[in-house]
């Protein structure tokens, strides 16, 4: 499915820099949600997470829990309060973990991190039981589709499988990699396939939503339409949904507050996958 081309402002762009994002997080409002932040879901210092709890949350909410990009090697829970905020916006309770980044670890460190923050989250008190979903954008969503196809992850973690996994410009198939290059160390390796979300794809899985903008210039739109083929030829549940004249950061940015009135309709899209994930049967 292919939403309307429309672009997003130069404004959208600047979400990828500090300044911006400190500029992002002051137009985003406070009220409408309850902030909880700095919580240990396990012992070294990056495994932290934030919540972000709506006013008037139902005690059968969905909890989303958001992983962020950065190329597996940057990036903090401490930038994305305006994704918590837009979630919180529909109603649904919203984690934000770190996980620890190369060089620290390698893969599958921060795999391991993202399924020990499920764990926690599945026993944590005051949180809604509705339906778990795993989301991510970029590296988080290479992550996310990892915990969704590849079982041993939570599994070894003591973690349930997620109801639904949300990719938004996720890498899914980068393997054979350049000898030497970064991402080869990231991966231990420059053809190690099963690092990669689409070795999976053929076996059982929650439904998946796969976001993607044509004009992205980092992650390449076929990255998410291989791994929505490959599902839909294991019989399994995917939905694929491509925005035009979208970049890598503007589909992220499209859910912060002071954009949401021009940008592509991405926060409706995960919102509208996330409320018929609560009417499936469990």
């Given at each position: 499915?292919?939403?309307?081309?429309?672009?997003?402002p130069?404004?959208?762009?600047?979400?990828?820099g500090?300044?911006?994002?400190?500029?992002?997080d002051?137009?985003?409002?406070?009220?409408?949600?309850?902030?909880?932040?700095?919580?240990?879901?396990?012992?070294?210092?990056?495994?932290?997470l934030?919540?972000?709890?709506?006013?008037?949350?139902?005690?059968?909410?969905?909890?989303?829990?958001?992983?962020?990009?950065?190329?597996w090697?940057?990036?903090?829970?401490?930038?994305?309060?305006?994704?918590?905020?837009?979630?919180?916006?529909?109603g649904?309770?919203?984690a934000?973990?770190?996980?620890?980044?190369?060089?620290e670890?390698?893969?599958?460190?921060?795999?391991?991190?993202a399924?020990?923050?499920?764990?926690w989250?599945?026993?944590?008190?005051?949180?809604?039981?509705?339906?778990?979903?795993?989301?991510g954008?970029?590296?988080?969503?290479?992550?996310?589709?990892?915990l969704?196809?590849?079982a041993?992850?939570?599994?070894?973690a003591?973690?349930?499988?997620?109801?639904?996994?949300?990719?938004?410009?996720?890498?899914?198939?980068?393997?054979?990699?350049?000898?030497?290059?970064?991402?080869?160390?990231?991966?231990?390796?420059?053809?190690?396939?099963?690092?990669q979300?689409?070795a999976?794809?053929?076996?059982?899985?929650?439904?998946?939503?796969?976001?993607?903008?044509?004009?992205?210039?980092?992650?390449?739109?076929e990255q998410?339409?291989?791994?929505?083929?490959?599902?839909?030829?294991?019989?399994?549940?995917?939905?694929?949904?491509?925005?035009?004249?979208v970049?890598?950061?503007?589909?992220?940015?499209?859910?912060?507050?002071?954009?949401?009135?021009?940008?592509p309709?991405?926060?409706?899209?995960?919102?509208?996958?996330?409320?018929?994930?609560?009417?499936?049967?469990?």
């Amino acid at each position: 499915m292919k939403a309307s081309r429309r672009a997003l402002p130069a404004a959208a762009v600047a979400l990828a820099g500090c300044d911006a994002a400190a500029l992002a997080d002051r137009l985003t409002p406070r009220l409408g949600y309850a902030q909880r932040v700095d919580l240990a879901y396990g012992p070294l210092p990056r495994h932290r997470l934030d919540l972000y709890l709506p006013d008037g949350m139902r005690a059968d909410s969905p909890l989303l829990v958001f992983l962020h990009g950065g190329g597996w090697r940057s990036g903090s829970k401490d930038l994305y309060r305006f994704v918590g905020e837009a979630f919180a916006t529909r109603g649904f309770a919203t984690a934000i973990p770190n996980y620890r980044l190369y060089p620290e670890v390698a893969f599958p460190g921060f795999v391991e991190d993202a399924a020990r923050a499920m764990a926690w989250l599945a026993v944590a008190p005051g949180l809604p039981a509705g339906p778990r979903v795993a989301v991510g954008h970029s590296a988080g969503a290479h992550i996310a589709m990892m915990l969704a196809l590849d079982a041993r992850w939570l599994q070894a973690a003591g973690a349930p499988l997620p109801a639904g996994a949300v990719g938004l410009a996720g890498p899914y198939d980068i393997m054979p990699l350049r000898r030497g290059g970064r991402l080869a160390a990231v991966f231990g390796g420059e053809n190690r396939p099963e690092t990669q979300p689409i070795a999976f794809a053929d076996r059982p899985g929650p439904p998946m939503l796969l976001l993607h903008g044509m004009a992205d210039a980092t992650v390449a739109p076929e990255q998410s339409e291989r791994l929505a083929a490959r599902r839909r030829a294991a019989g399994f549940p995917v939905r694929l949904v491509t925005y035009g004249d979208v970049g890598h950061v503007d589909i992220l940015g499209s859910l912060a507050a002071p954009l949401r009135g021009i940008a592509p309709p991405v926060l409706r899209d995960i919102a509208d996958f996330v409320t018929e994930l609560q009417g499936r049967p469990t």
